[in-house]
């Protein structure tokens, strides 16, 4: 029998609201969470439907003096700024670290796959849509995982609630994201 890995210092990030004419970069923001506490905040930033978010991610991370603690990344989907969508395994590569991706709900692909048919790059981004392969239904919530084993990522959901569906990291990084777009945070995470 394999044994699981408890992964307890998570990293969560979401991105920051903005206004559908933006255009540019918009702010993401990184939450670190041993066991439910919030330790740190990290901020960063990526280009709105874009092809930086893994580079991005990964240099928020490595720069601050959480790196050696981060143990998990979790994602609150799988692009960021609209449609700057993570490359899972450059950043699996980059820094060396289970990631999972979260979602309430299971995406509509043919809607983003229509969605990226209007857009420059779209192509690449739908394949590394594709190589991330399906979300996966995983107590009560939707998930990608690389670097992951089915029983992991159970634990480190299970572990990494407090409030809701979702880890804390995520949760947290919703609210202060969205209090850093437009000034106060609202909805749930």
Not at 175 to 186: C, Q
């Amino acid at each position: 029998m394999t044994s699981v890995r408890r992964l307890s210092n998570l990293l969560g990030v979401d991105d920051a609201p903005f206004a559908r004419e933006h255009r540019g970069d918009v702010a993401i923001i990184g939450t670190i969470c041993t066991s439910g506490r919030l330790d740190g905040v990290l901020r960063g930033k990526v280009r709105r439907d874009g092809a930086d978010a893994a580079r991005r991610i990964a240099a928020m991370l490595l720069g601050s003096p959480f790196a050696e603690a981060v143990q998990a990344v979790v994602l609150q989907g799988i692009a960021l700024a609209g449609f700057n969508v993570v490359d899972l395994d450059e950043l699996h590569e980059a820094i060396a670290r289970p990631i999972l991706v979260v979602a309430r709900r299971p995406p509509d692909l043919v809607k983003i796959r229509a969605a990226l048919e209007r857009l420059p790059g779209g192509a690449r981004k739908w394949k590394l849509i594709q190589r991330a392969g399906a979300m996966e239904p995983l107590a009560g919530v939707w998930v990608q995982r690389k670097g992951l084993a089915v029983a992991e990522a159970a634990l480190l959901l299970e572990r990494g609630r407090v409030h809701g569906a979702l880890p804390e990291p995520l949760r947290l990084a919703h609210l202060i994201a969205g209090a850093f777009g437009r000034g106060y945070s609202k909805g749930r995470a």
